[in-house]
C-alpha cells in the first residue's frame, strides 16, 4: 500500500466555491490510482480554503507526472463553478508535487493539471502521457479561444460577441465587475444632476468647463487647468503626457515645412540661429501626417473638424522643450500659415489646442488602442492557444495577460461600438477611427515598441526631464534581467529556440494576427535564438504592463480640462492669422454634452477599479522550481528601489510624474 497526502486549495474570491462532488485520480510513472471523492466532514471547497485528505493506493505509483480533478453532480445543488488553486501531493517518503491549477472550471467535467516542474517541448520527448496531455491541453484551448475579424486592417479578436460568451478564466471577478460599473455609473449620475449630459450648444466661458466634475480633482488636473496654455507645458506633455512616444529629433526641416530663421529669431534669441540648434540636436518634430484624410462625423448635427498637423520644438538653454512653429496642415501655402509664438495671443493658443487635438487621436486610437489593447490581445491569445501550461514561456506570460481579454471585449461592445463615445465625441466618428486604426497597423513597428530602440530611432535618449523614459528604461531593464535569467534555466543553446515547435508557433500567430504578416513591421516571425526571445518577450511584457499605464493612466488628468486635450474642433483649422478670439474659441470647442461623453468614459477608465495586481506581484505560484522563484524575488526588489526612487524624485517636481512607478503599474492590461 502507498499513502498519499492530498491538499486541495480553492481561490480565495467570491463564488470560488462549490458544493459539487469533487474527485481526484493520480498518473504516476508505474500506473494510475483509483478514483477518490475527496470529502471530509463539513462542507469542502470553500473560498479561500485548503483542504486536505489522505489517499490510499495499491502500490507506489512512482513519479507523479498528472492529477485528474472530476466534478461531478452533488445531492440537489445546481450545477456551479470553482476556481482551484492548485492540488498538492506528498508521498509517504514525503517528496511534494506541486501541480499549479488558478482555473475555473465550469458546469461538470474533468480538470487534468500538470506537475509544476516548466518543461519544453522537448524535455517531454519519449514520454507518451506527457505529450498527449500537451496536445489535448492545447486542443481544448483552442477550441475556447478562437479568433475572429473586426474591421478591415485590424488585428485579430478574440471569437466573443460579449463578455458572457468569454471562458470564465478571462472574465472580470465579480467585485471588479461591481466596482466598475459604479465608478462608471457614479460619473454620468453627477453629470446628468448637472444637467452636462444632453446639454447642446458652446461653453459659455473657460471656467465653466472646470466646473464638469467637482470630485474628481488631482493635483495634476488643478495644474493643467492653471498652465495649459504655457509653452513649457505643452512641450513638457510629450514627454510625460499620455503620448510620449511621438516626438522625435529633426535634423533637417521637412520640405513641407518651410520655417525660416526669420520666423524662429525673437524664440531663440540672438546667440544662435535654427540652423545651428539643428546641428546642435536641440530641434524636435511631431508629425501628424497619418490623420490625413480621415473621415470626419457629425455632432449633434453640426459638421466636425480634424487637421493633420507639423509642430516644430526647441530645446533651450534651461532644458525645456517649447513650441517653436505649428503648421496645420501636411501642404505649405497662404492657406496653410505657419503659426509662431510671436503671434497674437489667441491665434497661438489656438493653433496649439488643434495639435492638442489632432495628439488625441493618434493617442487614443493608435498609441493606446491599438498598441497597448489589441496587440496585446493578440499576446494573450497566441499564448492561451499555443503553450501549454507547463511551457516556461506560459508561466511567466500568463499573469501578464490578465482581465485583457475581457476588458478589450468590454471595449468592442460598449466604446468602440456604433453609438458609442467615438460616435458621440469625437471628431472622426467611429468610422474615421477604424480607418485611422488600420492606418496604425500599416505603421506598425518593432521597433517602436521596444523602448531602447524606439529612444534611440527618435533620437531623444539624452532628452532632459525626459521622466517617461527615465522610469521606462529602469523597468525594461528590470523586465529584461528577470527575461533573461528565466530563459537562461530553460533554453540552454539558440537550438533549443529554434527547434521548439510550440514556441514557433507561438511567434507565428502573434507576427500573422497582430502584425498581418506584415514583413515591414520588423516583428520577427520566428525565432532563432535566445537573445531573440529574451528581447521579444522583455517587449510583451513591458507593453502588457508599463506602456500600458503610461499611455492609458493619465488620461483624465490631461484630458478633465478639456481645452487642454479636445477629442474635435467644430470650426475647420484657421487659414489667416489675427482671427482668433476667446469667443471663437468657445465657438471652436467641444459642445457641452460631447465634453462630458468623453470625460465620464476617460474618468473611469483611467484608474483601476480595485483588485490591483501591481507589476511583479504574482500571487498564483506557476514556477514552483526554486531558481525561478528567486529570479522573481529578484525583480520584485528591484521593483520596489525603482518605485522608492521614483517617489524621491516626484517629491521635487511641480507635478510628479506618477504613470509608471511599480507599485500603481498593473501586471497586465486590465481596464
Known amino acids: 500500500m502507498a499513502t498519499y497526502k492530498v491538499q486541495v486549495a480553492t481561490g480565495n474570491i467570491m463564488l470560488a466555491g462549490t458544493y459539487s462532488s469533487v474527485s481526484i485520480?493520480?498518473?504516476?510513472t508505474r500506473g494510475k490510482s483509483h478514483k477518490q471523492q475527496l470529502n471530509n466532514r463539513g462542507r469542502d471547497f470553500v473560498p479561500g480554503v485548503v483542504d486536505e485528505y489522505e489517499m490510499h493506493c495499491a502500490r507506489d505509483l512512482g513519479a507523479l507526472l498528472l492529477v485528474q480533478l472530476h466534478k461531478e453532480p452533488y445531492l440537489f445543488f445546481p450545477k456551479d463553478s470553482w476556481l482551484c488553486d492548485y492540488v498538492k501531493v506528498t508521498t509517504q517518503h514525503g517528496k511534494t508535487y506541486h501541480f499549479p491549477s488558478y482555473q475555473w472550471l465550469e458546469g461538470y467535467g474533468t480538470l487534468?493539471?500538470?506537475?509544476?516542474?516548466?518543461?519544453?517541448?522537448?524535455?517531454?520527448?519519449?514520454?507518451?502521457?506527457?505529450?498527449?496531455?500537451?496536445?489535448?491541453?492545447?486542443?481544448?484551448?483552442?477550441e475556447s479561444y478562437g479568433w475572429k475579424d473586426y474591421a478591415p486592417g485590424w488585428p485579430r479578436c478574440v471569437n466573443a460577441e460579449s463578455t458572457k460568451d468569454l471562458d470564465s478564466n478571462s472574465k472580470f471577478t465579480l467585485t471588479k465587475t461591481t466596482v466598475f460599473t459604479m465608478h462608471a455609473a457614479k460619473s454620468e449620475l453627477e453629470l446628468r444632476l448637472k444637467g452636462f449630459s444632453n446639454l447642446e450648444g458652446s461653453w459659455e466661458s473657460l471656467d465653466d468647463i472646470g466646473k464638469v466634475f467637482w470630485f474628481k480633482k488631482t493635483p495634476v488636473t488643478e495644474y493643467v487647468a492653471d498652465?495649459?496654455?504655457?509653452?513649457?507645458?505643452?512641450?513638457?506633455?510629450?514627454?510625460?503626457?499620455?503620448?510620449?512616444?511621438?516626438?522625435?529629433?529633426?535634423?533637417?526641416?521637412?520640405?513641407?515645412?518651410?520655417?525660416?530663421?526669420?520666423?524662429?529669431?525673437?524664440?531663440?534669441?540672438?546667440?544662435?540661429?535654427?540652423?545651428?540648434?539643428?546641428k546642435k540636436g536641440?530641434?524636435?518634430?511631431?508629425?501628424?501626417?497619418?490623420?490625413?484624410?480621415?473621415?470626419?462625423?457629425?455632432?449633434?448635427?453640426?459638421?466636425?473638424?480634424?487637421?493633420?498637423?507639423?509642430?516644430?520644438l526647441h530645446l533651450n538653454p534651461q532644458g525645456k522643450i517649447r513650441p517653436l512653429a505649428i503648421q496645420l496642415s501636411q501642404t505649405p501655402g497662404p492657406e496653410s500659415p505657419i503659426f509662431l509664438p510671436s503671434d497674437p495671443e489667441w491665434d497661438w493658443t489656438l493653433a496649439k489646442i488643434w495639435v492638442r487635438m489632432a495628439n488625441f487621436h493618434v493617442h487614443e486610437v493608435n498609441t493606446h488602442l491599438l498598441e497597448a489593447h489589441f496587440h496585446c490581445e493578440v499576446y494573450t491569445m497566441a499564448t492561451l492557444r499555443q503553450l501549454p501550461m507547463c511551457h516556461p514561456v506560459y508561466k511567466l506570460l500568463i499573469p501578464h495577460t490578465r482581465y485583457t481579454l475581457h476588458i478589450n471585449t468590454l471595449a468592442r461592445t460598449s466604446l468602440i461600438q456604433p453609438g458609442g463615445v467615438f460616435d458621440k465625441a469625437t471628431a472622426t466618428g467611429r468610422d474615421g477611427m477604424l480607418k485611422l486604426l488600420a492606418k496604425g497597423v500599416q505603421a506598425s513597428s518593432y521597433t517602436a515598441l521596444c523602448l531602447p530602440d524606439d529612444l534611440e530611432r527618435r533620437g531623444v535618449a539624452s532628452l532632459p526631464n525626459y521622466y517617461f523614459r527615465d522610469d521606462g528604461m529602469k523597468i525594461w531593464t528590470a523586465i529584461q534581467k528577470l527575461v533573461s535569467g528565466i530563459v537562461g534555466l530553460y533554453y540552454k543553446s539558440d537550438a533549443a529556440v529554434k527547434e521548439d515547435p510550440e514556441l514557433q508557433a507561438w511567434v507565428c500567430e502573434i507576427f500573422t494576427e497582430a502584425f498581418l504578416g506584415l514583413k515591414s513591421s520588423g516583428?520577427?516571425?520566428?525565432?532563432?535564438?535566445?537573445?531573440?526571445?529574451?528581447?521579444?518577450?522583455t517587449m510583451i511584457i513591458f507593453c502588457c504592463s508599463a506602456r500600458h499605464a503610461a499611455v492609458n493612466s493619465g488620461q483624465f488628468d490631461f484630458?478633465?480640462?478639456?481645452?487642454?486635450?479636445?477629442?474635435?474642433?467644430?470650426q475647420p483649422p484657421p487659414q489667416t492669422k489675427g482671427t482668433a478670439t476667446l469667443k471663437s474659441i468657445l465657438d471652436t470647442l467641444p459642445e457641452v454634452n460631447s465634453t462630458c461623453a468623453l470625460l465620464s468614459l476617460l474618468s473611469v477608465v483611467s484608474y483601476e477599479p480595485g483588485d490591483l495586481r501591481p507589476l511583479g506581484y504574482y500571487p498564483d505560484q506557476h514556477f514552483t522550481e526554486e531558481e525561478p522563484q528567486k529570479l522573481i524575488a529578484e525583480f520584485q526588489a528591484?521593483?520596489?528601489?525603482?518605485?522608492?526612487?521614483?517617489n524621491q524624485r516626484n517629491e521635487q517636481l511641480p507635478i510628479g510624474y506618477l504613470y509608471l512607478n511599480p507599485s500603481e503599474v498593473q501586471n497586465s492590461v486590465s481596464i
Open 25 to 28: 485520480v493520480l498518473v504516476g
Open 112 to 142: 487534468t493539471l500538470r506537475e509544476g516542474a516548466a518543461k519544453t517541448f522537448a524535455d517531454d520527448s519519449g514520454n507518451s502521457i506527457l505529450l498527449e496531455h500537451r496536445k489535448e491541453e492545447l486542443k481544448r484551448r483552442k
Open 227 to 278: 498652465h495649459w496654455r504655457d509653452d513649457d507645458f505643452f512641450g513638457y506633455q510629450y514627454l510625460n503626457g499620455v503620448n510620449p512616444v511621438v516626438i522625435q529629433k529633426c535634423t533637417k526641416l521637412p520640405a513641407n515645412f518651410p520655417v525660416t530663421q526669420e520666423m524662429v529669431a525673437g524664440s531663440l534669441g540672438d546667440s544662435t540661429t535654427l540652423q545651428e540648434e539643428l
Open 282 to 312: 536641440n530641434i524636435f518634430i511631431t508629425d501628424y501626417k497619418i490623420l490625413e484624410d480621415i473621415p470626419t462625423c457629425l455632432l449633434n448635427g453640426k459638421p466636425q473638424y480634424l487637421a493633420a498637423p507639423l509642430c516644430l
Open 523 to 537: 516583428v520577427p516571425s520566428t525565432l532563432e535564438t535566445t537573445e531573440e526571445l529574451v528581447k521579444f518577450l
Open 559 to 570: 484630458a478633465a480640462w478639456m481645452p487642454n486635450t479636445p477629442a474635435t474642433l467644430r
Open 638 to 646: 528591484r521593483l520596489a528601489e525603482i518605485s522608492k526612487e521614483i
